[in-house]
């Protein structure tokens, strides 16, 4: 099944052409900070701004020539500019502008991640609410352990997904910072102030020191909580590939009415999409240890950082939106086989109700070690037999001289394991 992902936001910001409105931005917001403080004459940078214009293709051309990229930027500009050229760029660096601008792009490209996490939340919240009471069997190591149910599963989920956002709501607002400071951040040819009114005027904070660069922790720091997004969504890809194994089949990814599986066995239905997820998550990972990498830079800064993030940003950014409405498509056409999950919870005759029989037996008076071993020895021998546990036990003398056939009926009530999930849906949910 294909899943509804058509949108082009992200892909738009990190764009050539978005990206030279980002600097134009920038360079504009500079020019209406001279006027606040009354440097430049507020006729002139209100025509300025009607009259600036840039073409990427001359931007590319006169780049060729002069081989640095702001400068081809604001040559092309000022050819639209005339006389009213001697406004811009003054007192700035080139990091100025590119920084900056680069935490406007982030900023946009964060509130579509902000509220793809959203959309999964209530996805998962609706799912979680549909199967509060279908049973299914919990597992540890892979093996069955207790009966739960799918839906305190979901909300596992949901308590993961609502702190990741949490942490990535934070790294986006540590982020959200810009500087107009000049060569190495001294401020020797720009006062502080024009930085303080311009990042406020678009939004940003103003970092408490720069070294011509905003430093690159800012960056790995953000990196690292879209790592921690397509980590937690390969976690729960990985749960539904497992769940959708032929020898389990609790759940499956919705199968298309024209979809086909394998291009060899028709009886193929495969958990691609989750399995799709998981390879991009390994990408995610990976550019995050190249924003670790940008840290160490030389000296007050170098541009060794530069053609990294030209990759790693619009890629991981866009790779974690993609993610995420993918893993969201997959909640919304998710197929449940409550019945195959029942099914699986009454395997070899109820083993995972072990524990209640161990208690049992204790309560009744035999030391934890003794019961221990009366109750391991039925539920291996049904297990490795294919055989049944509670049958096993109503034929054990060990069992039956301390347990009546009523008290071991109730031991195996699946609805006991059930008296306090309302507790962890309040905990999760409200």
């Known amino acids: ?107 946009d490209s964060g509130k579509i991640i902000l509220n793809d996490l959203n959309d999964v939340i209530n996805s998962l919240k609706k799912l979680a609410e549909k199967h509060t009471n279908t049973l299914c069997i919990g597992r540890s190591h892979g093996v069955h352990a207790e009966i739960m149910t799918f839906g305190l599963k979901v909300c596992y989920w949901i308590d993961i997904l609502k702190r990741q956002r949490s942490n990535f709501a934070n790294a986006l607002e540590q982020i959200r910072v810009g500087q107009i400071s000049g060569p190495v951040g001294t401020y020797s040819n720009i006062p502080p102030e024009i930085e303080e009114i311009t990042c406020a005027n678009l939004g940003l904070k103003p970092v408490k ?90 000296h007050e800064r170098d541009i060794s950082h530069s053609s990294a ?49 161990l208690l049992k037996l204790v309560e009744k008076g035999l030391t934890r070690e003794e019961a221990y071993r009366v109750v391991q020895r039925n539920a291996l021998e049904a297990f490795e037999h294919d055989g049944n546990f509670k049958a096993n036990l109503l034929e054990d003398h060990d069992v039956m001289s301390r347990l009546t056939k009523k008290e071991i009926e109730e031991i195996f009530d699946k609805q006991s394991f059930l008296k306090n999930v309302s507790v962890i849906y309040k905990r999760v949910l409200e």
């Not at 921690?228 to 969504?233: D, P, Y």
Request: hydrophobic share 40%; with cysteine; charged share 25%.
């Open 1 to 107: 099944m294909i899943d509804r992902y058509s949108r082009d936001e992200i892909k738009n910001i990190w764009s050539q052409q978005s990206k030279f409105s980002y600097y134009l931005n920038v360079e504009t917001a500079v020019c209406d900070a001279y006027v606040q403080i009354g440097k430049f004459p507020e006729k002139d940078i209100e025509q300025l701004k009607n009259n600036a214009k840039f073409d990427v293709q001359r931007i590319e051309e006169i780049e060729r020539e002069v081989r640095h990229d702001v400068i081809a930027f604001l040559t092309n500009v000022n050819e639209s500019l005339g006389d009213l050229a001697k406004y811009m760029h003054v007192g700035m660096t080139s990091s100025d502008v590119i920084d900056t601008a680069f935490s406007l792009q982030i900023q």
């Open 209 to 298: 020191i720069s070294t011509q660069i905003i430093s690159r922790d800012y960056h790995a720091y953000f990196m690292q909580s879209l790592a921690m997004i397509a980590s937690v969504i390969e976690q729960f890809a990985t749960e539904i590939r497992h769940l959708q194994r032929t020898e389990v089949l609790e759940v499956e990814e919705g199968f298309g009415q024209n979809q086909k599986g394998s291009s060899a066995m028709p009886h193929k239905k495969n958990p691609v999409l989750s399995e799709n997820l998981c390879g991009l998550a390994r990408v995610v990972r990976a550019n995050s240890m190249v924003a670790l990498e940008n840290i160490p830079l030389w």
């Open 309 to 357: 993030e030209r990759i790693i940003f619009p890629d991981s950014l866009t790779l974690v939106d993609f993610m995420l409405a993918r893993f969201n498509n997959i909640i919304e056409n998710l197929v449940v086989h409550e019945d195959n999950m029942l099914k699986n919870t009454d395997k070899f005759g109820g083993i995972v109700f072990s524990q209640r029989v």
